[in-house]
C-alpha cells in the first residue's frame, strides 16, 4: 500500500537534505509528494524496502537499519545499497 501527500515524509524532510521523501514501514509507503511526481524507479527502491521488511521482520530490519545509519551513514547501508540498486535496475 501506498499513500501519498502524507504529513509523516513531509515531517521528516524537513530534518533532510531532500526536498521529496517517502518512508516504508512494513508494507506501507508513505511518500511527502503526489503519485504524479515519483518515477518508477523510486516505486522500485521503495518496493525494495517492503520486500526487506517482509524478509527481516519489523525488529531485525528498524534495529538494522539505524545501526548502520549511526556507523556507516546513510548511502552505506546493506538495505539502502540493495535499494538504490533495484532503483538503477529501472533506469537501464
Known sequence: MNK???WLPKFIAIFSIFKNYAITLG??????????DI???WFAHEDKHKEQFARDGYIKFITRYFWQWIIKGYYNIDYEIEAFEAARKHLD
Open 27 to 36: 508494507q506501507t509507503t508513505y511518500f511527502s509528494c503526489h503519485k504524479e
Open 39 to 41: 518515477d518508477m524507479s
Open 4 to 6: 501519498y501527500d502524507h
